[in-house]
């Protein structure tokens, strides 16, 4: 259960780093509180599955979500480069979010 609370809290952690963007510097009302509400939610989230998870797994894996997610929804929502570089160096960082998984906590 404290994974699947890491794997949802990277989610969206994605979700505010795009409503970041999308806030214009926090000018526009309702990508800021859309930030406000997704990176309270992926914090809260996070801590609570560290009850149960050693900090460097968990915090590995919620990066690696929240990364390889924002770069995947920017290339295909808001026109960010695609490039066979940027996908490879992406399945890289999901394969070691799922190594770390596999390889986390036992308790």
């Given at each position: 259960?404290?994974?699947l609370?890491?794997?949802v809290a990277g989610l969206l952690e994605t979700g505010f780093a795009v409503c970041l963007k999308l806030?214009?510097?926090?000018?526009?009302?309702?990508?800021t509180i859309a930030f406000c509400v997704f990176a309270l939610g992926s914090f809260g989230l996070l801590t609570l599955s560290l009850k149960k998870l050693d900090v460097g797994p968990a915090y590995a894996v919620?990066?690696?979500?929240?990364?390889?997610?924002?770069?995947?929804?920017?290339?295909?929502?808001l026109g960010d480069?695609?490039?066979?570089?940027?996908?490879?160096?992406?399945?890289?960082?999901?394969?070691?979010?799922?190594?770390?998984?596999?390889s986390g906590s036992a308790h």
């Open positions: 259960m404290a994974w609370l890491v794997i806030s214009h510097g926090f000018t526009r009302l309702w990508p919620w990066t690696g979500i929240g990364a390889a997610g924002t770069a995947i929804y920017g290339m295909i929502f480069l695609v490039s066979v570089l940027k996908i490879v160096s992406i399945s890289l960082v999901i394969m070691g979010v799922i190594g770390l998984q596999l």
